[in-house]
């Protein structure tokens, strides 16, 4: 029998990309499955079946007190063990927008020196607005298996209120760069960083996304999975779409990592 990758898509109240989230990962062949958040509290659903968790994108429970936050707290008190062991079995964790708020409030992201505490945060656009855009990423680094075999740069939407990436000193900034867990920028089309719009909403030098010291786990503000299908992208009909520049090569990676080394 082939085996085949399995994810799971995690949704709780207000979460609002899971069936997005689950078309793209069953685009490239991965059996993908919507799971509601009391079915793994009783025991309905068990996380290591799957071989990736998905936090995707929305506005969990109404982004009350900070986007992610009442969601990260349910979290910390009923299955942060489970994720945590999940994680050093080797496998792979994605959050997507609401869901990279919720990790980074978790502090599985970044989780400097694999310590599990919140470092960092995403915080109301510089804009004071929801800001709902296409923009350009750069990849600076290769540590994560979710841009192994990528081009440098993506075309990708962003669509959020509270994706101002910051830290919590310039040192643990200074590490996130030092040590490669940096993995996405804002930029233009030439790869060039710069202020509004190229930066959406003001993170500090440029931060879109993330990952942990694994290189397993990443969070990112803007929707790979809003951009899988060329007919998504603004004006496809007159200028040619570069694969390479599209969301779904960032979960092509995951699926590859998976087919190489967990199956």
């Not at 900070?66 to 964790?93: D, N, P, Q, Y």
């Not at 786990?217 to 999975?225: A, I, K, R, T, W």
Request: aromatic content about 8%.
């Amino acid at each position: 029998m082939v085996k085949v990758p399995t994810a799971l898509v995690l949704k709780a109240p207000g979460t609002n990309c899971d069936e997005e989230t689950k078309t793209a990962f069953e685009l490239v062949g991965c059996h993908t499955e919507i799971v509601l958040m009391e079915e793994l509290y009783r025991g309905e659903i068990e996380l290591n079946r799957f071989h990736i968790l998905i936090f995707p994108g929305g506005f969990s429970y109404g982004d009350d007190i900070a986007a992610g936050k009442v969601w990260a707290t349910e979290i910390e008190h009923s299955l942060r063990e489970k994720i945590e062991h999940f994680i050093k079995e080797g496998k792979l964790v994605l959050g997507i927008c609401n869901g990279f708020q919720v990790l980074v409030k978790l502090g599985i992201l970044p989780a400097l020196n694999r310590k599990i505490e919140q470092s960092v945060s995403l915080i109301t656009n510089d804009s004071a607005r929801y800001e709902d855009r296409w923009v350009f990423l750069k990849s600076i680094s290769k540590k994560s298996v979710f841009v192994k075999n990528t081009e440098k740069l993506f075309y990708i939407p962003v669509a959020h209120t509270e994706g101002k990436f910051v830290a919590r000193d310039n040192n643990t900034l200074k590490k996130l760069f030092d040590d490669k867990q940096v993995i996405f920028q804002y930029v233009d089309r030439k790869g060039m960083t710069g202020g509004y719009p190229i930066n959406p909403n003001g993170s500090v030098r440029n931060i879109a996304g993330i990952c942990d010291t694994t290189g397993r786990v990443l969070g990112m503000m803007p929707h790979p999975e809003r951009a899988i299908l060329v007919t998504q992208y603004p004006n496809w009909r007159r200028n040619r779409v570069n694969s390479s520049m599209m969301g779904l090569t960032i979960i092509k990676n995951a699926i590859h990592y998976i087919k190489t080394s967990l199956l």
